[in-house]
């Protein structure tokens, strides 16, 4: 066997050079550097060796910022017939390895298992990692484990057609958001908009500066049967030429119904409108001075922002993310399938105080409303369904899902709030739009044309 000591890098040099990479990185568009990598207590004593493994980054641009993220290993030999996985490094005790993604490794998935599926502290070094389980029930031996390709922020492990443990990767101190709310709502009048908490997983570790940090890795939860991507059901229901309006009520309910639950987690509180109002039209500023065809529409727009400024309003804790792709339809009969709503990790670009932050339900419900409207837009452009029956395809939706989650219909006071907020949102896609994909501008700065009319009455941001 070639003497790799002279030439093999280590782990940490190897995984510097691939998290960049990943998909789930958030940082891909700045210049980081793993500046260290530290091993939670092992799984398992021989090779193969599962090791969930802390990577510190810095960057370039701001060299007091520092993130941590999750990396989930598998240590093989050099010559295991699994091959190299993400190459071949040199392990500080364990030599020359095979060094592989946990989340993709069929071994991995199996010791992975045996940890959710028990309430056990590891210890090591300084460092910790414990399972918490809630809910043991449903958990059998030999649960097969595949990971599941269709995320992006973290990684999620699928076993069989019973649980999914979802790593977060990048880590926040403290709580998971995900899990707190599951824990919150689990066993209460939402618990069936959500799925079942089984357990979760933490850890806390000490960096090379001596600093002591303590997070949430990952939660272990119900797999939902025949579960379909909200926004991939929306589009077949327009491919099909289906009306969505009674989906889209119940998603209201649903959506309520989950807001009810979560004002049990931290209280209620006052949102202050003079504030939120600058706030907006500093956004709406900004957005205008990147996006030239906002330029017509300013002064309408930032009109339409000020009623807010006399009014206080209700805050709580919120989804802060709310739109088609974070909710599933789950079943397969018509008559007895229903809503999940997922994710409640909240904006992604948002600090993790920013998004504990109390907010208002109008936020959740005007990311549905634009959520709807995308859907008309993308079925237009892009499943060339005919524009007249999208456009009135989102028009019921939209008044559907207002009516069931506002029950009584909205006030005045509330029609302005909501009207503010589906244009603080249709501006920040705007600003989105002309970075990324400047085909699909036309369908926000279309919303915030007609929400910078004059009529109050609310019609979800029509085109």
């Known amino acids: 066997m070639p003497n790799h000591q002279s030439r093999l890098s ?4 190897l995984i510097g050079a691939k998290l960049p990479a990943a998909r789930w990185f958030a940082g891909r568009n700045r210049e980081a550097t793993v500046t260290g990598l530290t091993a939670l207590p092992a799984l398992t004593p021989d090779l193969p060796v599962v090791s969930l ?13 520092m993130d941590h993220y999750l990396v989930p290993l598998c240590y093989r030999a050099p010559a295991d017939p699994a091959g190299p996985g993400l190459g071949i490094a040199e392990h500080p005790r364990l030599g020359p390895v095979g060094v592989h993604d946990a989340t993709a490794d069929p071994y991995a998935a199996d010791v992975l298992l045996d940890l959710v599926a028990s309430d056990r502290e590891l210890v090591s070094h300084g460092a910790s990692l414990r399972s918490h389980l809630v809910d043991g029930s449903a958990l059998r031996p030999g649960l097969p484990g ?97 009306d969505f309006s009674a989906y889209a009520g119940s998603l209201g309910r649903a959506l309520r119904e989950v807001h009810d639950g ?17 706030a907006m039209r500093t956004r709406l500023g900004t957005a205008v001075a990147e996006v030239d065809q906002l330029s017509a529409l300013h002064g309408a727009l930032d009109s339409r922002l000020s009623v807010l400024e006399p009014l206080d309003y209700p805050a709580q804790r919120v989804h802060g993310d709310f739109h088609l792709g974070q909710v599933l339809m789950v079943g397969r009969d018509p008559a007895t399938r229903s809503w999940r709503i ?51 395809w989102v028009s019921r939706a939209r008044e559907a899902f207002v009516a069931a989650y506002s029950e009584d219909g909205l006030d005045s006071d509330q029609q302005r709030i909501l009207r503010a907020y589906l244009i603080d949102k249709a501006v920040y896609e705007c600003r989105y739009e ?13 919303a915030l044309a007609a929400l910078a009319g004059t009529d109050d009455t609310f019609d979800g941001g029509r085109k």
């Open 146 to 242: 595949r990971r599941f390709g269709g995320e992006q922020s973290n990684t999620s492990l699928m076993f069989g057609d019973v649980a999914m443990l979802k790593f977060f990767r990048r880590l926040e101190a403290g709580d998971n958001l995900d899990i707190e709310v599951h824990r919150a709502l689990g066993g209460g009048p939402a618990a069936g908009r959500i799925a079942t908490l089984f357990g979760w997983l933490d850890a806390s570790w000490i960096d090379r500066d001596g600093t002591i940090h303590e997070a949430d890795l990952a939660m272990f939860v119900e797999q939902l049967p025949h579960a379909v991507d909200g926004w991939d059901f929306a589009l077949d229901c327009l491919r099909r030429g289906e």
């Open 262 to 278: 979560l004002l049990g987690l931290g209280g209620a509180s006052v949102r202050d409108g003079v504030e939120e109002a600058a």
């Open 53 to 65: 493994e802390i990577a510190e980054v810095r960057y370039a641009d701001d060299p007091d910022a």
């Open 342 to 392: 997922i994710d409640f990790e909240g904006e992604p670009l948002k600090s993790f105080a920013e998004r504990r932050t109390p907010d208002t339900v109008w936020r959740d419900v005007a990311g549905m409303l634009r959520s709807l409207d995308y859907a008309g837009a993308y079925a237009i452009r892009h499943e060339q369904t005919d524009s007249a029956f999208a456009q009135e």
């Open 10 to 13: 280590g782990v940490t040099e």
């Open 434 to 446: 002309a970075r990324h994909r400047p085909e699909w501008l036309p369908i926000p700065l279309a």
